[in-house]
Nanobody, 127 residues
């Protein structure tokens, strides 16, 4: 079974940058899409970005386009999320998750389509 561990969460000022990493172990050959989700207090978990492990094609939520960059290594052991020009509304617990198929336009941001999840890392954007 795939196991994921997120790291890199921190307190950062608005306008700042932060990089998150997700280390993947276990049956890495069993997933072809990996995504970052986030959840703020009192809000539902939302998809941030997804990347196809084979092609490297990314998909982003409209709220982070132009600011965040998702990446992965070809051996499928690491996925990263570079966050730039952070805003207070980016605050939340960030999770990485994998799914057995690539990032589909209609399902990439649906929690139920992902089978393995990390425990999350906290990102706080505040002055």
């Amino acid at each position: 079974q795939v196991q994921l561990v997120e790291s890199g969460g921190d307190l950062v000022q608005p306008g700042g940058s932060l990089g998150l990493s997700c280390v993947v172990s276990g049956s890495t050959v069993d997933y072809f899409g990996i995504a970052w989700f986030r959840q703020a207090p009192g809000k539902e978990r939302e998809g941030v970005a997804c990347i196809a492990t084979i092609t490297g094609t990314p998909t982003y939520a409209d709220s982070v386009k132009g600011r965040f960059i998702i990446s992965r290594n070809r051996n499928k052991t690491v996925a990263s999320l570079q966050m730039n020009n952070l805003r207070s509304e980016d605050t939340g617990t960030y999770y990485c998750a994998t799914r057995p198929i690539s990032c589909g336009a209609e399902t990439w941001n649906i929690q139920g389509r992902y089978v393995s999840w990390g425990r999350g890392t906290q990102v706080t954007v505040s002055s």
